[in-house]
């Protein structure tokens, strides 16, 4: 079935943004997936519809308030019974554990997530206990709000539903997702400003290939990305028992 990403935000009008073009945007005027941008202010009870209120123990900006949230939450995260949806519940902060991969995969296997994205301050702690959030960030830096964190994440998400990539190419066989930095590509001309393709790509030898690709990837990672790498390694030859 089509994949539900419910959103909540103050800026409902940021939705679907870039998510509208591209593969994401024909997925979406194709059913495959739906978007719901909810209003956090459309929760608020009071006539001046205040969603927010000053830090308790002083400080500059503004926090969400919990029962303007916690009301937006338990709307959100209802299914067509009224039971709770059966679907991750994520708030995006720099404070949450860091968007990769494997959390990208793993949501793209649930019915649907709801994003749940801060202004100001952020958020009153009690209803990210209260409601079970969880806090993810999509890197060591900090935004204006949590939307542009949303559609990273959804776009990340999205792109693993099954027919959302044109070409059906396997996202299985990635090398990212193998845990190494994708080898480098061409394409013609085969000489441009004095730099050829490597001579291997042009062989036809597909198994030969094969071995550049994986070899380049290697390369690429261990001069990049020595986190990637210590991982790679220690996962696919993992040291002898008994050994140090
Ligand atoms: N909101 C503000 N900064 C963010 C970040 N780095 N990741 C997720 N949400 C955010």
Redesign the pocket.
């Known amino acids: 079935g089509a994949f539900t990403a419910r959103v909540l935000t103050l800026f409902p009008g940021m939705f679907p943004g870039p998510l509208g073009d591209s593969l994401t945007g024909k997925a979406l005027s194709d059913g495959l997936w739906r978007l719901e941008a909810l209003d956090i202010r459309e929760f608020a009870r009071n006539k001046h519809r205040t969603v927010d209120d000053t830090p308790a123990g002083g400080g500059p900006g503004m926090v969400l308030k919990p029962d303007v949230v916690g009301e937006a939450i338990d709307a959100a995260m209802a299914d067509a019974t009224g039971d709770r949806a059966r679907w991750p519940l994520l708030y ?3 404070r ?1 554990r860091v968007f990769d991969q494997a959390m990208a995969r793993r949501l793209a296997g649930a019915q649907g997530v709801t994003l749940l994205c ?1 202004r100001f301050e952020g958020v009153d702690q009690r209803v990210l206990d209260a409601r079970g959030v969880e806090e ?11 939307e542009l ?1 949303a559609m990273v994440i959804l776009d990340a998400v999205l792109r693993l539903r099954p027919g959302v990539l044109g070409n059906e190419a396997s996202t299985a066989e990635e090398s990212f997702s193998r845990g190494l930095l994708e080898h480098p590509q061409y394409t013609r001309p085969q000489v441009w400003e004095g730099r050829e393709i490597p001579e291997v790509l042009l062989s036809g030898h597909h198994a030969r290939i094969a071995e550049w690709r994986h070899a380049q990837a290697e390369r690429l990672t261990k001069e990049r990305r020595p986190d990637l790498w210590r991982a790679w390694v220690n996962a696919t030859q993992p040291d002898p028992a008994g050994e140090a």
């Open positions: 995006l902060s720099p949450g801060g993810v960030s999509i890197g060591d830096y900090v935004l204006t709000g949590g964190a």
